[in-house]
């Protein structure tokens, strides 16, 4: 873990290092180049040759450092080692305490405990427990029973937590006093202050598959992945209709409505032959990801 910076590194905009740190307001003196970092005043000052070692570079009080810490000795962790992976564009960002640190990956520094897919966490730095989150003996039975599944490890303690799930786009939303619904396989994080349970889509039949979602309900904030760029249709301007495997969540005040047509089976949807699409109507949104997902083939 870095300091708590506020800002981030950008490209020089005077052109003599490669990058220069921008504190939010402002460019300061504190330049990248190489992949050593050091002081150099804007409009001025020496040039890239005369540049001072890490180890002896201290950054300014409420400065972040986007270099490894000297260890003891004097030796530095990144001494010979150059290239755009140890130049500071790729270190950690803690502007915020759960934010994206790019577009496939989310860091949630921990404050209260959160839930979290088992298996997405990549890294963790700090005194982080993880623990198996069933939800109760109701959760485990509509698990079992609906195949919805949502396998969830609680995160508690100090730290902070990386998470990423099959290198999908990763997207954060803030619930307030809301409602939001979403097929459990999109399901990436979320606030333990949020409610959870999974509840039949409105409108299915307790045989039909894919008729089963899990919904989030109160104040907090939920991470979600997509496969690919999605689309967010608006249910009030219109009937909306989403294939079953591509639709990923929706506001929970929405009606719904299951639509299947056997006819049309072999044109629209991927499905098991008929296309089997949810029907939405009211006033939300409603969270479309251009992908059905993998497609396991049947035996003829």
Known sequence: MTGPGQGNWH?????RFDYRWHDGQQWT????????VHSSPLGGGPGPQAQASPAQYQPEQGQAQHQAQPVPGGADGFSGITGDLVDGRFSEKEAKPIA?????LLRVRLGEPFMA??????AYQGNVDFAFEGGGASKFLKKALTGEGLPLMRCQGQGDVFLAERSYDVHLLNLNNSGLSISGKNVLAFSSSL????ERVK???MVAGGLFNTTLRGSGWVALTTDGPPVVLNAAEAPTFADTNAVVAWSANLQTQLKTSFKAGALIGRGSGEAMQVSFYGNGFVIVQPSEGIQVATAQ
């Open 11 to 15: 490209p020089d905009p005077e052109g």
């Open 29 to 36: 003196d504190q330049v990248s180049h190489h992949g050593q």
């Open 117 to 122: 897919r088992q298996g997405s966490m990549v």
């Open 195 to 198: 409610d959870w349970n999974i």
């Open 203 to 205: 409108g299915g039949s």
């Open 100 to 104: 994206n640190q790019n577009s496939k």
